[in-house]
């Protein structure tokens, strides 16, 4: 299984489902496919995204919760 995917197959896609449910929120998907430069500003600053799963703990101005896993990669 993919961590996520443009079918909404993977297992962060799973996750933000589970914290929707859990906390009555709305989900829907903007998928991009990696970690680019300027991904937040053109996802949360034009209001296009509210939460970003997958995103590196301490990155840049965002807030991060703990990290779900860790990988060498």
């Known amino acids: 299984m993919p961590f996520s ?11 933000a489902n589970v914290l929707g449910e859990a906390t009555g929120a709305r989900v829907s998907f903007y998928w991009r496919p990696f970690l680019e430069r300027a991904m937040t500003r053109q996802t949360f600053d034009a209001g296009m995204c509210d939460v970003m799963i997958d995103i590196p703990a301490n990155y840049g101005s965002l807030l ?8 060498t990669y």
Do not use: A
Request: proline share 5%; aromatic share 10%; hydrophobic share 20%.
């Open 64 to 71: 991060t919760t703990n990290p779900i896993y860790r990988t």
């Open 5 to 15: 995917n443009d079918k909404f197959e993977g297992l962060e896609n799973k996750i």
